[in-house]
């Protein structure tokens, strides 16, 4: 929310900023749902916040569709914002439209403890990544974030044709990672997608449930479950021990 907020304030007007950020991200959902990539993009993973930011870089038919609707997908969302206001301005959507996508490429903010856990993770184990959404988007998160040289493959739906949660993410990461689904574990802190996910392609899940969230999905119990990635220690240490025993001759 923070570059929504900070695109707020270039609305000069008495507006009340945190009613203009709640408008924006209806506009842009609602807009979204009208496109017609929008089948496409729900199968993906592609949320309206993120079209927000994104050009869709990448190769195939879908992309490429989504591509030339980006400028025009922007400045529509930004323009209806504005007239829920009563300010009837192209030339404000547009640099809405530019400011946004500029402030929220420089925003990547990591949870205190994720550099910790990954550094404490290189070189012990083969790290791979999972990720639905747009791919330039994505990358860029992660290039911001700093975590590219983290991870032994990248698996990004929209480059791939397949999203969490289809096992057929989970097998190409797998594959990439010359990883036996019994060998692996998911981390991840979406019930749905990551531990349903890794659920069905039989790999050993772990829900990251930060904010002590109920399960709303009754049918998908996670294998473990923690609140903060130090936890991790103990799980890993019982499940090397437990592949090691599977896997003896």
């Known amino acids: 929310m923070k570059a929504f907020r900070q695109t ?6 008495g507006i009340d900023r945190e009613a ?7 506009e842009a959902k609602k807009h979204w749902y009208e496109l017609p990539t929008i089948d496409y993009c729900v199968k993906m993973g592609i949320s309206s916040w993120e079209a ?9 038919q879908h992309l490429n569709m989504l591509s030339g609707l980006a400028h025009e997908y ?12 009563n300010i009837g301005s192209d030339s404000l959507a547009e640099e809405l439209a530019e400011s946004f996508m500029q402030t929220r490429s420089c925003i990547h903010e990591l949870y205190d403890d994720t550099l910790d856990c990954l550094n404490k993770l290189d070189g012990k184990y083969s790290l791979g990544l999972i990720t639905n959404g ?8 992660i ?15 929209a480059e791939y ?37 890794a659920r069905d392609t039989g790999i050993t899940s772990v829900w990251l449930n930060r904010n002590h969230k109920s399960n709303n999905y009754p049918d998908i119990i996670p294998d473990f ?18 592949t090691e025993e599977r896997f003896l001759p």
């Open 8 to 13: 707020a304030l270039q609305v000069n007007t």
């Open 20 to 26: 203009f950020v709640k408008a924006v991200t209806e």
């Open 52 to 60: 927000l930011w994104a050009n869709f870089e990448g190769a195939g």
């Open 74 to 85: 922007r400045i529509e969302t930004w323009k209806r914002t504005l007239m829920r206001f």
């Open 134 to 141: 747009p791919p330039d988007v994505q990358r860029k998160k």
């Open 143 to 157: 290039k911001g974030g700093k975590l590219s040289h983290f991870f032994k493959t990248i698996v990004i739906s």
């Open 161 to 197: 044709g397949f999203a969490k949660p289809d096992p057929r993410i989970f097998k190409k990461a797998l594959l990439d990672l010359g990883c036996d689904p019994k060998e692996a574990i998911m981390i991840g802190d979406s019930l749905k997608n990551d531990i349903g996910g």
């Open 225 to 242: 479950e923690i609140t903060k990635l130090k936890h991790l220690e103990g799980i890993l240490k019982n499940f090397n021990r437990e």
